[in-house]
């Protein structure tokens, strides 16, 4: 099992975390979809299959916390633009 971690641009606040261990609920909640699978071979294996999710960039790889569960990070388009500066 996976934690997921949605990072999203607030106009208030900055970014805004979220962790969650259901993803599809996160978001139907949010009012987006998951738009298929990752398929590609290059990435670590913990990335593969993981939903992607319409609006955001990711899968990426987010650690791994001492509970030893992977986290599986996305990040909104603006929260993205952010931190790759």
């Not at 962790?19 to 009012?31: I, Q």
């Amino acid at each position: 099992m996976a934690l997921f971690e949605i990072v999203t641009m607030t106009d208030d606040s900055g970014m805004s975390r979220v962790v969650t261990d259901d993803l599809a609920a996160w978001v139907e909640n949010m009012g987006t979809e998951i738009t298929g699978l990752e398929t590609r071979t290059r990435l670590r294996p913990e990335l593969q299959g993981q939903p992607k999710i319409a609006g955001f960039v990711g899968p990426c790889w987010g650690g791994l916390p001492e509970t030893g569960e992977p986290i599986i990070r996305y990040e909104d388009r603006g929260t993205y633009a952010a931190l790759s500066q």
